[in-house]
């Protein structure tokens, strides 16, 4: 069946500093990718999507490439803030299927 | 633009108690999900609801129930809550299915003593 795999549980990082958080997927044909971010206290909210390959989703900072030679839907940023903190969940869904898969999430921490 | 409101906020439960988290949404969507929420395991189905009065079991539904009998509502029972558990549950809702994002409600924590 359809999978995510996230590499990093936690990340630790300064303000300013690159993002990347890596996501890889595997799925046949071309699924739906997701990044979601979740705060503390809240649910998870959508960032964006992309479903098609070299497609670029981005919002609020973040941008991601769907590469299906890799596989991979890694998430990035240039410079990040503290208020950036939270958890990232990378998530696949077809056209046509209910069930979404999510990766495992990943931590991150912004240290002013 | 529309909101999921999930209650309670907290619940807390015996072991062996039948406990009921409920959720609402008003952006007249057709399908709404329950997930389960670990820490470190990422987000689990447990069941979903293509529209009122339908059930599909997801990847996790035993233990569990579910109910659909309005469009804008989905209720979930844990049938017997066990000893120390912990997790939060997630409402969500999709206007299609797969292809488009969810909308996520804010969780119910659960506390089993």
């Known amino acids: 069946g359809d999978s995510v795999t996230q590499t990093e549980g936690q990340v630790a990082l300064s303000e300013e500093d690159f993002l990347t958080i890596h996501c890889n997927y595997s799925?046949?044909?071309?699924?739906?990718l997701f990044w979601y971010v979740q705060y503390p206290g809240e649910g998870p909210q959508f960032l964006f999507r992309?479903?098609?390959?070299?497609e670029k989703g981005s919002s609020r900072g973040f941008e991601a490439t769907y590469d299906k030679g890799t596989t991979s839907f890694h998430l990035r940023k240039a410079s990040v803030q503290e208020s950036d903190s939270a958890v990232y969940y990378c998530?696949?869904?077809?056209?046509?299927?209910?069930?979404?898969?999510f990766g495992a999430g990943t931590r991150l921490k912004v240290i002013a | 633009g529309g909101i999921i409101t999930q209650t309670p906020k907290f619940l807390i439960g015996q072991e062996g108690q039948k406990l009921t988290l409920k959720c609402q949404q008003n952006?007249?969507?057709?399908?709404m999900y329950w997930y389960r929420q670990d820490s470190g395991k990422g987000l689990r189905l447990i069941y979903y609801?293509?529209?009122?009065?339908?059930?599909q079991k997801g990847d996790l539904s035993e233990g569990y129930d579910a109910s659909r009998e309005k469009k804008s509502s989905f209720s979930l029972t844990v049938t017997s809550a066990q000893k120390n558990e912990m997790a939060v549950f997630l409402c969500?809702?999709?206007?299609?299915?797969?292809?488009?994002?969810?909308?996520f409600g804010h969780g119910t924590k659960l506390s089993v003593l």
């Open positions: 969500a809702s999709s206007i299609y299915r797969g292809s488009e994002r969810l909308f």
């Open positions: 952006f007249n969507h057709d399908t």
């Open positions: 992309a479903s098609r390959d070299k």
């Open positions: 799925a046949s044909g071309y699924p739906a």
């Open positions: 998530a696949l869904g077809r056209t046509g299927n209910y069930k979404y898969v």
């Open positions: 609801s293509i529209t009122e009065n339908d059930l």
